[in-house]
């Protein structure tokens, strides 16, 4: 959910735009701009300029209102999905306070995700992104209307459970919003202005996307004295979003590129992996969001458990994972610059600090401060982290090597999710906390072993 930094390198940015698709260049709700659509967007062509800015604007507009009913679908989803599975098997587990089947629906979310990375990316290369987004948004809608029937017209409980993780699936494919960034990236003709473009519709569309928590809130005191049914109302608003996504899908006139870039290496994976700059930097990245994941997903939960005076439908709930959500991506837009003046290996060390922060804020004390204090440390410190570890991935390798790379790390962020999600339903706040403390660890180590090497290497 939570997966990606918002800022971009160039030198990614440049290789993302390779994948584009001319299909996206057909009519759209774009062509209110009036543009000959034969002719790809370019830059060097003498006095388009003006026309392509315009269609530029509208481009990221779309975009960013893409990304944040995405996000905002699954941030709210985050709250909603394990409070809503506790009701629904309060009579089975007796009302157990943690149990993994609260957050399995959501874990099927992050497990599914793993499976449908690449189909989505072959897709989105085959038929374009413009169809790729309607196809997740429209799925999504389909899905979000299905558990709204299924958690308010389900004649058992159990039923209504099991009904949620069957249609959750079908919500998933909205991920594919996750390639907002590089359509961003295709959107933008000059490429001086990739990153930075990237980097604004990204933590834009997340800042905004705190529609989808409040949301949770919202919907369930709809229905004060049936809180299910109260949830059954945050995915049929959630549709509603998903249809916005849809039209904003609809009316993209991405630019056609031309096909091409560089060509993988012949080494194999197994290989590639095995190159200790390679695996370290991997460990380091699954290691930092599986730190950020378990104690975000358990805070819901959390909250209910040890502030007996918070109800599931309490703002306050919500509003703490909205500021997480806010921490995440607002340092994105100086993270970059931070990088050039200190360098990948400090700024991460940063980042762990800012982290383990919130995992010690959280064994000191279960109150409503320490919730809203950790959440803070965890979003700023997961984005400096998290940024630093990707600058460390990217120098780990040759661009030939870039797919298997990052195709792996982003598998193994993904299964990382997956573990974090359940485990945090599972055990208790305190140990969540303390267990995040122990995973930060081997970031630590890749940190300090990678500015030894900074150090070592001539200048």
Known sequence: ALEHPPSSSSSDVRASASSTSPKDSSSSCADSVSVNIEEPLTPSRPGSSRRDRRIETANLMMLSLIFTVYFGMRSGSLVVLPLVSKELLKEVLDGAQYSPLYDLPMALWFFLDIVMTAPNAIFMRRYGRRLGFALGGGLAV??????????????????????????????????????????????????ARRSRAVSRVVSGGAVLSMVGPLSASFAEGLEADDPIQGYAYFFLIMAGLGLILVLAAVCLRLPALNAGGATGSGTRLCSVLGRRPVWTAILAQVTVQFAMVMPMSAVPLAMTAHLPHLHPADFRI???????????????????????????A???????????????????????????????????????????????????????DRTKVTSANETLRFVANGVAVLLASTISWQAVCWLGLATLLPAAGVVVASQRRHEAAPA
């Open 346 to 400: 400090p700024v991460m060390g940063m980042g762990l600090l800012l982290q383990a922060g919130c995992m010690v804020v959280g064994v000191l004390g279960e109150g409503e401060t320490n919730f809203f204090l950790g959440m803070a440390l965890l979003g700023i410190g997961w984005n400096m982290a998290f940024v630093g570890g990707t600058m460390l991935l990217l120098s780990s390798h040759d661009v030939a």
């Open 318 to 344: 919500s509003g703490c994972i909205v500021l997480h959500v806010l921490m995440m991506f607002i340092p994105g837009l100086w993270a970059g610059d931070l990088i050039a003046w200190l360098g990948k």
């Open 142 to 191: 389909l899905g979000c209307v299905g558990v709204f029937l299924a958690l308010r017209f389900s004649p058992s409980k159990m039923l209504a459970y099991i009904l949620l993780n069957v249609i959750v699936l079908l919500i998933a494919p909205v991920g594919m919003a996750e390639f907002v960034r590089f359509a961003v990236a295709e959107a933008v003709a000059d490429e």
